[in-house]
Structures are given as structure tokens and as C-alpha cells.
């Protein structure tokens, strides 16, 4: 076992090393100048279609698809915000300094074009399976748009094993131990109802978690958000000097700061894509579940879904963790969701320790819902419609197990194929980013024409 939790470590530092950073980042830079930074000018109008009430045709009908544009985008959101947004947020500070949160603003910037992009042709290329209900992703744009089933092939297999650890088990064991510390439960016990919970909502498939999602979401969001901007708001003298110290550390090259500038880019992009996913491939899934007019229209709510992930979500655990530094709040011997909690604690005794737990509790729960669906819907492609109640039954055991078990090879290979997932969807967009171009004149030409609103 420790000699594959090796194996796994050295891969996977092969795959998320320089050149796949470069690949993400720069895919997003590409997009954003062929789309003429779509990002920034039509984000007002992408988070009016993310919250609008759904819309049916004029005849009364509904678009094809089987979930709203908002459920969609909180499908996505439930796999997305997780334990990213706590723990990778507190080791991309611990690693590369106050900095790296400036970074990891960047990457969600040229992020949402890759998000864009990528519901694009999801919905695109989306099939009907022979329940009726949508199919799509990168596996059915690179087998259509590109017809390299075995490409194809490759990324539904890859996220079919990811979804088992970054997807169920490393989430419930994040859940079993946040519940250990805060309440004192075994973590058996925490396990059974987070694995029953579990079965009662995926057993329902994507309408089932879309509506669940639709709910947890915006609460657990909200409710982290709300907290965070509390802290910032009592410790409001400390927020101009933070963010200088943000600014000013993501460009520090000087040899007497240790060259924290090149940390601060390295962990600030790598733990902002660990984050928001803009390129991984995975929430374009649930993009292609979504009930539209136009591929475009669902690609904007996607966007959105990075821009609340990263710009909104993940600056509130930066912010305050930095603010935390300057005011030695901080503990300086510890790291990831641990220094949040203690971070926030210490800025608000009492309630502030909570608003961390709490959340890493839902956060992680909402991403099993969501990454359970993106699971199934890559091993039905491989395997077919037939196996998704055999990965259901599988995916339930694995939460539970996660509760119980030492997770250290499988974070290992999560992480990896993880990453692995990203290669062939990047390939994708980059091979099919004129299609993506087309598909956005074509939606502005028919919203000036008045075919579409």
C-alpha cells in the first residue's frame, strides 16, 4: 500500500505540475481573447439568467433538458464550493503566502471563460439516454465534436474512479472527523446517517440532487459568507492593509522575501483550479442536464458558477486568514481547515469556530451529491445506462467507508486522476474553442434579431 501511495504522489505530481498549470490557465487566456473577454462583459446578464425564475417556451411548452438553468448551476456548485474553499484556500496562504489569494483571483478570472467554454458544448453535444433523461460532458464532445471515442473514453474513465475519493470518500471523512471534533460522535456513527442521507437523495438521480442542491447551496453559501464578512466587518481596520499586503506579495521577487511571488503564483493557481474546477471537466455534466433555449444561455450560468466558487467564496476564507496573520490571530503550526477554524475562532470567539464546521460539514456533503452524478453519468458512458445502479450501490459503500478509514493513498489517487480528467478536456476545448466562438455569434446575433431575450 505505501509503495502504490507512492506511486500515486509521484504521478500526480507529474500531472499537476507546471505544464498542466500553464495548460489550465492558458487554455482560459485563449478563450478569453478569442470570446473578447466575454467574462467581464456579459457577467451582469449571466447572474440575472443563474437566478431568474425558469422560463418555458411561448406556447408553454418547456425547453429540452430535465433540470432549470439554477438547478443546474447548483448541482455544479454543490460539487464545486467544498473543502477547497476552507483547507485549500488556508494551505495556498500557509504555502505561498498572502499573495497567492491575488492568484487565485486570476485563475477564476480566466477560469470563467474555460467554464464558458466548456458548458458550451456540453449542451451542444448532449445525447438523450434511453431513459429520456440528458447526457453530456467532455466524454460525448470529444467522441461527437471530435470523434475520438477513445480520448473520450479515457476521461469517463478517469472521472468514474476520481468520483470514489474526491467525490465520496475523502468528502465523508472530512465530515466524520469535523463532526469528531466539534461534537464528540464516533465517527461510525456520523457515518451511518451521512451514508443513509446519501442513498435517500442519489436514488432519485439528478432531479433529486438538483433539488436538494437548490436548497443546501444557497444556505450553506450564504450562511459562510455572511459569517466570514462579520469577521471582516469587527476587524474592519485590518481589511485596506490586508489587501495591500495581498497586492503587494503576489509580485514580491526580491530575493530577501525568498522569491514568495513564484510560491504565491504556483499554490495561488493550483489551489484556485483545485477550487473552482474551471477546466476538469467536471461541471459541464450538469451543465448538459439544463433545460435551455441555447448552449449559450446555460454557458453564462456555468460561468457564474466560478465566479461565486473563487471570486466570492474563496476571497472571504483569504481575506480573513490573512487579516488573521497580520493580527496574529493565526496559529503558526497549523495548516488547511485546521488554521480556518482556529483562524475564524480567534477573530470571533465562539461562533466563529462554528461557522467553519458548519460549513465544512455541508460544503463536503453537497459536493457527494454533486460528484455522485458526475460519477455516474461517466461510468454509464463506459460501462452503460445498465451499471449506474451498481455504481450507485458502490459510491453509497464508499462513503461510508471514507468515515472509518485512513485516507492517504486515496487522496493520493484522487488527486491524480483528478488531474488526469483535465488533459483530454482541455485538448477538447482547445481543438473545438472556434466552435465555441461560433456558437456565441450565433446567440447574440438571434438576441439582436429578437429571436432569443
Wanted: with cysteine.
Amino acid at each position: 500500500m505505501e509503495a502504490l501511495k507512492e506511486f500515486f504522489d509521484t504521478l500526480g505530481g507529474w500531472v499537476w505540475g507546471p505544464a498542466m498549470l500553464v495548460l489550465l490557465v492558458g487554455t482560459g487566456v485563449l478563450l478569453t481573447v478569442m470570446l473578447k473577454g466575454l467574462q467581464f462583459s456579459m457577467l451582469g446578464y449571466a447572474l440575472k439568467q443563474a437566478f431568474m425564475p425558469h422560463k418555458k417556451k411561448a406556447d408553454g411548452s418547456d425547453h429540452e433538458g430535465d433540470v432549470s438553468h439554477f438547478g443546474a448551476l447548483m448541482t455544479a456548485l454543490s460539487a464545486t464550493i467544498g473543502t477547497g474553499n476552507i483547507a485549500g484556500v488556508a494551505t495556498a496562504v500557509v504555502l505561498g503566502g498572502p499573495g497567492a489569494v491575488f492568484w487565485m483571483w486570476i485563475t477564476a478570472i480566466f477560469g470563467m471563460a474555460t467554464k464558458y467554454g466548456e458548458g458550451v458544448l456540453a449542451v451542444k453535444y448532449r445525447t438523450v439516454n434511453r431513459k429520456g433523461e440528458m447526457s453530456g460532458g467532455p466524454m460525448y464532445y470529444i467522441e461527437r465534436g471530435l470523434n475520438m471515442k477513445w480520448m473520450a473514453m479515457l476521461f469517463a474513465l478517469f472521472g468514474t474512479i476520481a468520483s470514489f475519493g474526491i467525490g465520496s470518500s475523502v468528502q465523508s471523512n472530512s465530515v466524520a472527523q469535523s463532526i469528531q471534533s466539534s461534537f464528540h460522535i464516533e465517527p461510525w456513527i456520523s457515518g451511518i446517517f451521512l451514508t443513509a442521507l446519501t442513498a435517500i437523495v442519489i436514488l432519485g438521480g439528478i432531479k433529486s440532487i438538483a433539488k436538494v442542491a437548490s436548497v443546501i447551496v444557497p444556505f450553506m453559501a450564504i450562511f459562510y459568507v455572511l459569517g466570514g464578512l462579520l469577521i471582516i466587518f469587527l476587524h474592519a481596520d485590518m481589511l485596506v492593509p490586508a489587501i495591500e499586503k495581498i497586492l503587494t506579495e503576489a509580485f514580491n521577487f526580491s530575493a530577501a522575501a525568498g522569491g514568495m511571488a513564484g510560491a504565491a503564483i504556483r499554490y495561488g493557481v493550483a489551489r484556485g483550479v483545485f477550487s473552482n474546477e474551471a477546466g476538469m471537466g467536471s461541471a459541464p455534466i450538469a451543465a448538459a442536464a439544463a433545460k435551455t433555449d441555447h448552449p449559450v444561455r446555460q454557458a453564462l450560468v456555468s460561468m457564474t458558477g466560478t465566479f461565486l466558487d473563487t471570486i466570492i467564496v474563496c476571497s472571504i476564507t483569504g481575506i480573513v486568514l490573512v487579516m488573521g496573520q497580520m493580527g496574529s490571530f493565526s496559529p503558526a503550526d497549523q495548516t488547511g481547515a485546521a488554521l480556518t477554524t482556529h483562524t475564524f475562532n480567534n477573530m470571533l470567539p465562539g461562533p466563529g469556530g462554528w461557522i467553519v464546521t458548519i460549513g465544512l460539514i455541508f460544503f463536503a456533503y453537497s459536493t457527494i451529491l454533486g460528484w455522485c452524478y458526475y460519477g455516474e453519468k461517466c461510468a454509464a458512458y463506459v460501462f452503460g445506462d445498465g451499471f449506474i445502479g451498481i455504481y450507485r450501490v458502490i459510491y453509497v459503500a464508499s462513503v461510508m467507508l471514507g468515515t472509518v478509514v485512513s485516507l492517504d493513498l486515496v487522496w493520493s489517487a484522487a488527486d491524480t486522476f483528478n488531474g488526469l480528467m483535465a488533459i483530454p478536456n482541455l485538448v477538447a476545448l482547445l481543438l473545438l474553442s472556434k466552435v465555441i466562438v461560433n456558437e456565441t455569434k450565433d446567440f447574440k446575433a438571434k438576441r439582436a434579431s429578437g429571436q432569443l431575450q
